[in-house]
């Protein structure tokens, strides 16, 4: 498994500031090598949405000896430092984001005085993406032209002046859209949402990659991997190419919506016909005349640019003699990822909502990568992630923040390390958790990685069918505001059925359905052999592969339910005495590893109090006749009784969390 850590290394008490992450330092280093580190997400290289310079000047720019003396380095020389200790660093491509920043400039322009946080020296002037492509201050950066022989030229055939006004999101009336969740509200910089879907931007994106791979990343992580979707919560996006690719999406179905009856697709701009009929994108979003096939447009669009640039990413490193892995943000894990899945070496995602308990939503994650490595970080906004950095401030909450990581691992993902992690633009902070817990946790995990496994015992999977939940998950989770990450209220029957399995402490898979279009399917029977049930919870739409898999499923003896499946009817596993906990029943090479994470934290006493006594009975469809417990404190005790596929576990002294392994 992948040990992640979500190193933006942000200052303490000072905003997390976009783009551009903190210079870094060799002591860095080795706090990730006491970490156990694998794999740095959001970490390095991130100045590419002010300008292709400054980028350069991240990777390559000279550091002061005064800073050399603490240790500070340029990131190219951290990445270096990092591989030499067997750490991948993932350069970040922030994808939706073009920046501007207030500067303060010597008087010949040749000195930035202050950037973003100003002095009050100097002269007053702007510094971003509209100063580099307009080549307004040659005396601090190389032209625009050195980077794109010839310049770049729109999908119009003009010649861009403009990269900022170019390339980025419209709403409906062709106002820019703003990034409004990494603008600090009390700074006066300000950041557009850029749009994929325009040429232009993928060209410069494509720039920052080759710059990010000669600066010797190991890997490529394209963050918010969905634009020009992104923009939806806040009216957008209608620019010129969004406007032009939607018209011929739809020109090009067979089976034209009944709103667009009488209406010249050949002069089609959906904007103006949005507009004609009473609908501005803000308001009603999801019930206005053709939304649906606008969003079913971008779907597509996303998958087909998001593999653009990974391939490029690919292709220029091998030119260059190297090999990078490719990643992304994939928010949440919604289910317009997972026709990108598939351009992708490692998961890199970023939770909706953090909360102190969540098996549903991590067994749903192991479902989506399968035997893909996984990267979880925590979100800050619409969860407990601030209660939580507090707690662990006045030396409260280690119980909690084991919890967190430990529960990743138990379920079949990787929970990261926050090192500075990301607070918002609003809270000037960033997460940093107390060293040492950090190292107990990490040690665990690395010294333990046998007990590890994508694959399980499970006897029952939830299907999730993507067709069928496409406007449901659409309309409870994707288009509200991220700053608040408020759900809707819609019904996912999914989502229910895995809320009752976990509430049930039962071990589960979760497959997907692809929707054979996006994404065409490649389950076979034999991945589905090892389950006695199959519940499709809301499933209203299989493809003829599907549905072929389903009938060998039942030929073969097994069942399939729906969404009133009752996890009390044959329960694979039962437990003996009180405790909240979930299950994770892992194939292993040496046998059975189950995973038990406690949920029964006592706030008063700001711990998970040892369990003296907890009886498991499990089903596993072979007989194991040795246990022996594995747990961070070392408390944990197991006796075991086993009688054919029947196996009693008598756990003693369980803390947080404790695993058994089961062995022939």
């Given at each position: ?131 580099f492509s307009q080549n307004r201050f040659p005396k601090l950066w190389r032209p625009f032209e050195d980077y794109f022989p010839g310049g770049l030229t729109n999908s119009d055939g ?293 007990l590890f496994s994508p694959r399980t015992y499970s006897e029952v999977a939830v299907v999730y069918s993507v067709e069928s939940n496409f406007e449901l998950v659409a309309r409870r989770d994707q288009f509200a505001d991220n700053r608040a990450n408020v759900s809707g209220e819609e019904r996912v029957p999914f989502y229910e059925v895995c809320e009752r ?164």
């Open positions: 498994m992948e040990r992640g850590v979500y190193f933006d290394a942000w200052f303490p008490r000072q905003h997390c500031y976009h783009p551009s992450l903190p210079p870094r330092r060799l002591k860095m280093v080795d706090d990730l090598v006491h970490y156990r580190a694998t794999m740095l997400v959001w970490s390095a290289l991130g100045g590419g949405s002010l300008s292709l310079p400054y980028l350069e000047q991240e990777a390559w720019g000279d550091i002061d000896p005064r800073f050399r003396f603490y240790g500070f380095v340029n990131d190219s020389e951290f990445v270096a430092a990092c591989r030499e200790r067997g750490i991948k660093v993932f350069g970040i491509v922030f994808e939706v984001q073009g920046w501007e920043f207030p500067v303060e400039l010597s008087e010949d322009e040749s000195r930035v005085l202050s950037l973003n946080e100003l002095r009050g020296e100097g002269k007053r002037a702007w510094l971003g993406l509209r100063e003009e010649r861009v002046t403009d990269l900022l006004e170019e390339c980025c999101s419209r709403d409906i009336h062709g106002e820019p859209c703003h990034a409004r969740w990494v603008e600090c509200p009390d700074r006066e910089h300000y950041c557009y949402t850029m749009d994929r879907n325009n040429p232009v931007w993928r060209e410069y994106l494509k720039a920052v990659i080759r710059i990010q791979v000669d600066a010797g990343v190991d890997g490529i992580q394209l963050d918010e991997a969905e634009l020009p979707l992104t923009t939806l919560q806040y009216g957008g996006c209608f620019c010129k190419d969004c406007m032009k690719g939607f018209r011929q999406y739809l020109v090009a179905l067979s089976h034209k919506p009944p709103a667009l009856a009488g209406v010249d697709l050949g002069t089609f701009h959906y904007g103006e016909f949005l507009l004609e009929r009473g609908f501005d994108f803000k308001e009603r979003q999801d019930s206005s005349p053709l939304f649906w096939d606008y969003v079913r447009f971008q779907r597509g669009q996303i998958a087909r640019y998001f593999r653009e640039l990974a391939d490029y990413a690919r292709e220029y490193a091998a030119s260059q003699g190297r090999e990078v892995v490719v990643s992304g943000n994939f928010f949440n894990l919604f289910d317009q990822y997972y026709a990108l899945e598939p351009s992708v070496d490692v998961v890199i995602t970023e939770m909706r909502n953090t909360r102190y308990r969540q098996p549903e939503w991590y067994r749903y994650v192991a479902g989506f990568v399968r035997d893909k490595p996984v990267v979880v970080v925590e979100n800050p906004y619409g969860g407990v992630v601030p209660e939580l950095v507090e707690a662990l401030k006045h030396g409260r909450g280690y119980d909690r923040f084991r919890q967190s990581l430990y529960e990743a691992a138990a379920l079949g993902a990787n929970m990261s390390v926050p090192y500075g992690a990301w607070m918002g633009s609003v809270v000037e902070d960033s997460f940093w958790a107390p060293h040492e817990l950090c190292v107990e946790i990490q040690t665990f995990l690395a010294e333990h990685e046998e399995l976990s509430a049930a402490a039962q071990p589960y898979d979760v497959l997907f359905f692809p929707d054979g279009k996006l994404r065409a399917d490649e389950l076979t029977p034999d991945d589905l052999a090892q389950y006695r049930t199959l519940i499709l919870p809301g499933v209203t739409h299989v493809t003829d592969r599907q549905r072929e898999l389903l009938d060998a499923f039942e030929n073969a003896g097994g069942a399939l339910a729906d969404e009133t499946f009752d996890p009390a009817a044959d329960p694979q596993l039962r437990l003996d005495g009180r405790a909240d906990v979930a299950v994770n029943v892992q194939r292993t090479d040496r046998g059975a590893a189950v995973h038990v994470i406690r949920y029964d934290h006592d706030d008063e006493a700001d711990a998970v109090p040892p369990l003296s006594e907890l009886e498991v009975h499990l089903r596993l469809p072979e007989r194991f006749t040795r246990a022996t417990a594995f747990s961070p404190d070392g408390a944990l005790r197991v006796g075991l009784g086993a009688d054919g596929s029947s196996h009693r576990l008598r756990l003693g002294d369980l803390g947080v969390y404790g695993v058994v392994l089961l062995e022939r």
